[in-house]
């Protein structure tokens, strides 16, 4: 509660309640988001502002099979109470299923180690083309030079591949 109390005081107009699902742990389910009025009895103001935050919840899926998809390509009524839906896939064959096909709003990507593959073009193209966002996980960085590496490198070939977009 107190991160939260600390980003409205800052000015950040909006934040995402994030619920993690990584499918290498046992009987993961998908469970309804957080009720805002269990957290929050009223939302704080924006600083400078006289708006309340805008608290979204968000559903991060970590796949390592394709398998893990298929919760996606579900109507699963639970999946379709969080506002964003992100994927991490661990695979380049996960990495195209979730640019071409999957329903989702942000692509996860792990910029700080050695990508176990490399961004191909086409994938990239489609997932901008269907308005998929991607997501660069870069907080390791912050505290070591080999990820700060990784992290500029695989930063750029993403950039080169988006042409920027």
């Known amino acids: 509660y107190s991160c939260y109390v600390l980003a409205f005081s800052v000015g950040y107009s909006a934040v995402a309640l994030n619920h993690v699902i990584d499918f290498k742990e046992k009987k993961q389910e998908i469970v309804k988001p957080v009720s805002l009025s269990e957290l929050f009895p009223s939302l704080p103001i924006v600083q400078g ?9 968000r559903l991060t899926l970590v796949v390592s099979d394709p398998s893990h998809c298929n919760l996606l390509r579900s ?47 086409p994938p990239v193209n489609m997932a ?29 070939s ?3 591949i988006c042409k920027g977009k």
Not at 130 to 148: H, N, Q, W
């Open 49 to 57: 502002t006289s708006k309340r935050i805008k608290v979204l919840t």
């Open 128 to 156: 901008i083309d269907r308005g998929i966002c991607f997501e660069l996980l870069y907080v390791p960085a912050i505290k070591d030079s080999t990820m700060r590496r990784y992290t500029v490198s695989n930063a750029l």
């Open 75 to 121: 109507t699963s009524a639970n999946i379709r109470l969080f506002d964003i839906i992100a994927v991490f896939p661990k695979t380049e064959k996960l990495f195209h299923i979730a640019c071409t096909t999957l329903d989702v709003d942000l692509v996860c990507i792990n910029v700080t180690e050695k990508l176990p593959f490399y961004f191909r073009r």
């Open 158 to 160: 993403l950039m080169q």
